[in-house]
């Protein structure tokens, strides 16, 4: 664990975070989008999860191997995201996760239907782990991230495209839609989560809360 730093280019290695219960593979895909993928192991099982199938199906399926994938969470319905969801389902057979706001128009986009379309305060089980939802609508009206509280350790929070080091998601020029992301971060993450939760965005470099936390205020005031 002392050596992942969550760096991670398209074409280059992937990086990887041991802890006791949980193994996070990180690897970003697609020079042009630079989307960030994780494969979370449950170490007691062996079971496997996907967040975000943004791209590079062989890629994503040679990371997992022989254990497969057993579940695929897509964080959002943006296109980027869910590129090789068709592929890695047609390989694995792996069930789809999402944000109930944003499934249909997921599997409008892949041809993949959801099979657990999820509300705010759901659990996905990856073998014997835990990862609970968490909504975090204004990026897109079902954005979800996914939080792991890591018993030995802090918890961890895989974000997509709500929460970035340096600010919230893009909202495109929608001030509604940005109020509504930015309340949502500051009262469900920030308010709720100590500042040693590490985060795990959908693009770039990962960050912590209490590295972000004093930038709040001035996020509020740019607007974006």
Known sequence: MSGYTGRVTPG??????????????????????????????CTA????????????????????GTAGITTVVTTHQHWDHHRALA??????????????????????????????????????????????VIALAGHTPGSIALLYVDPTGHPHL????????????NTFGDADAFAQLLD???????????????????HGDDSTLGAERPQLPEWRARGW
């Not at 390989?91 to 993949?112: F, K, N, R, S, Y």
């Not at 997509?160 to 600010?167: C, K, T």
């Not at 949502?184 to 959908?202: A, C, H, Q």
């Open 158 to 169: 895989f974000t997509g495209d709500s929460l970035f080091p340096g600010g919230v998601g």
């Open 45 to 64: 099982t062996g079971t496997q999860a996907l967040v975000d199938a943004a791209d590079d199906g062989p890629l994503l399926l040679s990371l997992a």
């Open 87 to 132: 592929d890695v389902v047609s390989a694995t057979g792996a069930e789809v996760v999402a944000g109930l706001p944003d499934a249909e128009a997921i599997t409008e986009q892949t041809g993949v239907p959801v099979a657990h379309p999820v509300r705010h305060g759901d659990r996905i089980r990856v073998g014997e782990v835990d990862l609970e």
């Open 12 to 41: 280059g290695p992937a990086d990887v975070r041991d802890l006791p219960e949980l193994s996070i593979t990180k690897v970003a895909v697609d020079e042009q989008m630079s989307n960030n993928c994780y494969l979370l192991r």
């Open 184 to 202: 949502e971060v500051d009262s469900k993450v920030f308010d709720r989560l100590p500042d040693e939760t590490w985060f795990y965005p959908g």
